[in-house]
């Protein structure tokens, strides 16, 4: 069965660095999302993007983040200067239609 | 706006018992419903989803969840619960294709 992956399962960076988190989403599917986790909290929507653009992002989505979709099969999430509290499991999910996303496994990022 | 409220954060029971988890959501919209399941360490699975027609579903592992609009509830039980089934349980909605809100989580502690 067809899954998404996401690389690296753990990223330990310093404040202030940039991080890109990958993800190949199932092959034939549309919608992107990235959603993240906060130890010990729920799971909170950052960004959605379809046909190559951002369809809808959260307040927590600022201008520190970015998305993008270089290629055919890769969706990555970059945190350009990273702060204490963007420590967190990134998922990745995708969407063929109508309903039910599938996600990743995850990439636990660790902001020392 | 959508919300979804899981009451119980925690949920220990005995093995072979019967489970139930509660969530209620609100929406100005029609929304699709859903369950997921984290293990420890791991992300996050499709249980079950309501999207129309019968208001009871049934998932995988022996889950099912009965949709009450009257009450907007969207409930999981399980008959009897196993060891392995201790994870954390979140229940999502989905208006249209646009991101899931994720309730808080309840974590399901089955004891031998």
């Known amino acids: ?112 | 706006a959508q919300s979804v409220t899981q009451l119980d954060s925690q949920v220990p029971v005995f093995e072979e018992a019967p489970v139930e988890l509660r969530c209620n959501y609100s929406s100005s919209v029609s929304v699709y419903l859903f369950w997921y399941v984290q293990y420890p360490n791991q992300g996050l699975q499709l249980l079950l989803k309501y999207l129309s027609g019968s208001t009871l579903v049934k998932g995988i592992n022996g889950f099912e969840a009965e949709f009450n609009k009257s009450q907007t509830s969207f409930h999981l039980r399980k008959p009897s619960v196993h060891i392995s089934d201790t994870a954390e349980y979140f229940c999502a909605v989905l208006p249209g294709r646009r991101a899931l809100t994720f309730g808080s989580g309840t974590r399901l502690q089955v004891q031998p």
């Open chain 1, 1 to 112: 069965e067809p899954e998404v992956t996401q690389t690296p399962s753990h990223q330990v960076t310093q404040m202030g660095q940039e991080v890109i988190l990958r993800c190949v989403p199932i092959s034939n599917h549309l919608y992107f999302y990235w959603y993240r986790q906060i130890l010990g909290q729920k799971v909170e929507f950052l960004v959605s993007f379809y046909n190559n653009e951002i369809s809808e992002k959260s307040e927590i989505f600022d201008d520190q983040f970015s998305v993008e979709r270089p290629d055919g099969s890769n969706f990555t999430l970059k945190i350009r200067s990273t702060k204490l509290e963007d420590s967190a499991m990134y998922f990745c999910a995708s969407l063929l239609q109508p309903d039910t996303q599938y996600f990743g496994p995850g990439t636990r990022l660790t902001v020392l």
